[in-house]
């Protein structure tokens, strides 16, 4: 039981030192507004995709 929150602990310790690192990268050059770039595909999940600008009413 105690290996397991151990190994819980690490795990949970890991990702947010990776989390916190990857926030403080500074955003490459040239990827600072992709949303104005983007002409839309089939991949609806992408933030960036437009149809996330269209109101639910249209």
């Known amino acids: 039981m105690i290996k397991a929150l151990l190994v819980f602990a690490v795990l949970a310790a890991g990702y947010g030192v990776v ?5 403080k990268t500074p955003v490459p ?7 104005a770039e983007c002409e839309g595909c089939k991949v609806v999940s ?3 995709n437009p149809v996330h600008d ?3 009413g249209e």
């Open 19 to 23: 989390y916190y690192m990857n926030h």
């Open 54 to 56: 269209q109101s639910k």
């Open 46 to 48: 992408c933030e960036n």
């Open 29 to 35: 050059e040239g990827c600072e507004n992709l949303k």
